[in-house]
């Protein structure tokens, strides 16, 4: 709940905590398009499946409709995938009705307001494509882009635009800054190369 009203806090006041909240088919619900959020098999994934075979899900996941009468996963890819390791067949929901541009928006704020270890890969690619849905949108110069995501993650505007611009690193250097082995600094550096010449 504290989750849903922060992210209702920092503008996304379009869709009400008091949507209802149904049961509907975990295989229903499909991945978000390039979700660069990993789930990872760790201790707190094992406590998370734990929590759910002796509670349930206590808080719902936020999907919105496809046409083909599946759901599309906006926050909730964890409890989703713990909910199948728990043996569920059902989790509950609540069902938005968003633009793809507000579907990547809400996305990238849920996971960076929910999750407590984010690696700077997946910031980098949360950042880039929540980026590019706000300018998408029309709404926002580039520098008020950057302090709305800043308000979110508490990340100035500077670490963002170098988080993103780590995007455009080919994904084996990309894994070498996660490793510590290659510097962010150095990172964005290289970022402009080609994919080429950063394989060079």
């Known amino acids: 709940v504290e989750m849903e009203q922060a992210l209702f806090t920092c503008g996304h006041d379009d869709h009400k905590l008091n949507d209802p909240v149904i049961e509907i088919d975990i295989e229903s619900i499909k991945p978000f398009p390039g979700h660069p959020f990993k789930v990872r098999d ?37 409890r989703k995938y713990a909910s199948v390791r ?45 980026f590019d849905a706000i300018k998408h949108q029309g709404q926002r110069g580039e520098g008020s882009s950057y302090s709305e995501m800043g308000n979110v993650s508490g990340e100035s505007r500077k670490t963002i635009q170098r988080l993103i611009r780590l995007s455009y690193l080919i994904d084996e250097l990309l894994d070498m800054v996660d490793a510590k082995k290659l510097g962010v600094v150095q990172g964005v550096d290289i970022s402009y190369l080609s994919d080429d010449d950063q394989r060079l």
């Open 42 to 78: 760790d201790e707190e994934m094992n406590q998370l499946i734990d929590n759910i075979k002796e509670y349930g899900v206590l808080h719902p996941v936020l999907v919105r409709r496809l046409n083909n009468g599946t759901y599309e996963m906006i926050s909730g890819h964890r």
């Open 86 to 130: 728990a043996g569920k067949v059902t989790i509950p929901a609540r069902i938005l009705e968003l633009t793809d541009d507000e579907a990547t928006i809400l996305m990238a704020d849920a996971n960076f307001l929910q999750r407590t270890f984010i690696s700077l890969s997946e910031k980098a690619h949360a950042y880039r494509m929540k």
